[in-house]
Every structure is written in structure tokens, then in C-alpha cells.
């Protein structure tokens, strides 16, 4: 098992920046990558980022690509989203997730941290 535990939601201006954390508790060894996604209310959830434990690999979705970065701290198994420039199409519920990076198959899941993004 694999707890994750996010962290550094809140309310934001348009333009301005917050950074996420999730902290991987438990059988961090058994997954390849990290992963954020995002639940905006009334729509289904998408993928943000991911970032594998080894070598770093990273990939983002497009609509926060140059405004996202996603990076790990492997000896704190945590994991930081730094979102920039954000605009109010941001605003969702973020969960991280712990899988694999080219399967795209997440098995573990935070409870989730609320990203509200006022205009």
C-alpha cells in the first residue's frame, strides 16, 4: 500500500502562483511515477504532470505546459507541483497519484487539495 498525502491548495488571484506537495508514505518503492491530476466540478477528472522516481522523466498536459513544473525530492519521497501564472480555468481539485509513468495506470490516490483561482 501506498498512502499519499497533498498538501498547499488555496485561493488565488489570476496571474498568481501556488505550489502543491505530496508526501508517499508506504510501498513507495513498488511505483515508477508520481502523477498529478485535476477535477474541476461538473467535469471529469485529467491528467496535469507526472514525473518518474528514476531519471526524472516528465510530462505535462498542454494546458499547463510552460506554466507547470512538476519535481520530486526522492529522499522525502514527496513530490511539488509549481503552478504559474495561474488563470481561473485552474480552479479544481488536485489529487496526486502514484503509478506508472507510461501506462498511465495510477493505483494510488490522495485525498485531494482545492485550488480556487479567482478572476
Known amino acids: 500500500q501506498v498512502q499519499l498525502v497533498e498538501s498547499g491548495g488555496g485561493l488565488v488571484q489570476a496571474g498568481g502562483s501556488l505550489r502543491l506537495s505530496c508526501a508517499a508514505s508506504g510501498r513507495t518503492f513498488s511505483n515508477d511515477a508520481m502523477a498529478w491530476f485535476r477535477q474541476a466540478p461538473e467535469k471529469e477528472r485529467e491528467f496535469v504532470a507526472a514525473?518518474?522516481?528514476?531519471?526524472?522523466?516528465?510530462y505535462y498536459a498542454a494546458s499547463v505546459k510552460g506554466r507547470f513544473t512538476i519535481s520530486k525530492d526522492n529522499p522525502k519521497n514527496t513530490v511539488y507541483l509549481q503552478m504559474n501564472n495561474l488563470k481561473p480555468e485552474d480552479t479544481a481539485v488536485y489529487y496526486c497519484a502514484a503509478g506508472d509513468y507510461y501506462s498511465v495506470k495510477y493505483d494510488y490516490w490522495g485525498q485531494g487539495t482545492q485550488v480556487t483561482v479567482a478572476s
Open positions: 514525473i518518474r522516481w528514476s531519471g526524472g522523466n516528465t
